[in-house]
């Protein structure tokens, strides 16, 4: 089994910054793409950014120029630094990892979610 551990949420101000944390763990033999996925009240989950095992990225709109996607593939962990970061970002983050288990099968697994909330 494999479980991803998120941290890093919270309540920011307006134009903050935050950054999350996502780390796999189990029977893991490579991870191929990671991502961060979010879903506000009320709307579908939606992608936020997602970068490859060569780290390759690609940002929805709606965040590029200020999320920045990382990983450290010796880690198996996943970050999304948030900044200037706006209302409309308030969301429950979620990380997603497709993970190659020692089968050499890819299995498809979530996080557990963090709540970002930008108020003041």
């Known amino acids: 089994q494999v479980q991803l551990v998120e941290s890093g949420g919270g309540l920011v101000q307006p134009g903050g910054s935050l950054r999350l944390s996502c780390a796999a763990s189990?029977?893991?033999?490579?991870?191929?793409?990671m991502g961060w996925y979010r879903q506000a009240p009320g709307k579908q989950r939606e992608l936020v950014a997602a970068?490859?095992?060569?780290?390759?990225?690609n940002y929805a709109d709606s965040v590029k120029d200020r999320f920045t996607i990382s990983r450290d593939n010796a880690k198996n962990t996943v970050y999304l630094q948030m900044n200037s970061l706006k209302p409309e970002d308030t969301a429950v983050y979620y990380c997603?990892?497709?993970?190659?288990?020692?089968?050499?099968?890819?299995?498809?697994?979530w996080g557990q979610g963090t709540q970002v909330t930008v108020s003041s």
């Open positions: 189990g029977s893991i033999f490579s991870i191929n793409a």
């Open positions: 970068i490859t095992s060569d780290g390759d990225t």
């Open positions: 997603n990892a497709e993970v190659v288990g020692w089968g050499r099968s890819e299995y498809d697994y």
